[in-house]
């Protein structure tokens, strides 16, 4: 099937409030049931500052052979993490952002199998992440 075409920022932002509110509504829930709720912001190959060069070579792959992957997804993806953000922020949702984490973009090594699954090694720096920044 085809992807929804999201072509405007007008787009981008109405999808991400939606994507804001529904945290808020499973952190309302989390909390009623007397847990704490964390979200993550999940990094793409194409967001990396410092790509390898196997991460380049499957951005572009991924880039010219799919449709619903552009080279423009990634700057609509930060526009909508962005606007998340924000709105959570006010809505005291706690996230992490580790498309954003300084130490993830800076890593050498090879950190993804595809333009969103992380590698063996992606995987055990996400976790080392993980429990350095959810304070819970």
């Given at each position: 099937?085809?992807?929804?075409?999201?072509?405007?920022?007008?787009?981008?932002?109405?999808?991400?409030?939606?994507?804001?509110?529904?945290?808020?509504?499973?952190?309302?829930?989390?909390?009623?049931?007397?847990?704490?709720?964390?979200?993550?912001?999940?990094?793409?190959?194409?967001?990396?500052?410092?790509?390898?060069?196997?991460?380049?070579?499957?951005?572009?792959?991924?880039?010219?052979?799919?449709?619903?992957?552009?080279?423009?997804?990634?700057?609509?993806?930060?526009?909508?993490?962005?606007?998340?953000?924000?709105?959570?922020?006010?809505?005291?949702v706690e996230i992490y952002?580790?498309?954003?984490?300084?130490?993830?973009?800076?890593?050498?090594?090879?950190?993804?199998?595809?333009?969103?699954?992380?590698?063996?090694?992606?995987?055990?720096?996400?976790?080392?992440?993980?429990?350095?920044?959810?304070?819970?």
């Open positions: 099937h085809d992807a929804l075409p999201i072509d405007s920022r007008e787009d981008i932002l109405y999808f991400a409030k939606i994507y804001a509110k529904n945290l808020l509504k499973m952190k309302l829930f989390a909390e009623s049931r007397g847990a704490k709720f964390f979200a993550v912001i999940q990094p793409e190959v194409g967001g990396r500052v410092q790509k390898t060069s196997f991460e380049k070579a499957l951005y572009d792959q991924y880039t010219s052979n799919r449709s619903d992957v552009t080279p423009e997804f990634s700057t609509k993806y930060r526009i909508f993490v962005k606007e998340v953000l924000r709105i959570a922020k006010n809505d005291r952002d580790m498309s954003s984490d300084p130490e993830f973009n800076g890593y050498s090594e090879i950190l993804f199998y595809d333009q969103v699954h992380l590698n063996q090694i992606g995987v055990e720096l996400a976790a080392k992440l993980l429990i350095k920044n959810v304070k819970l």
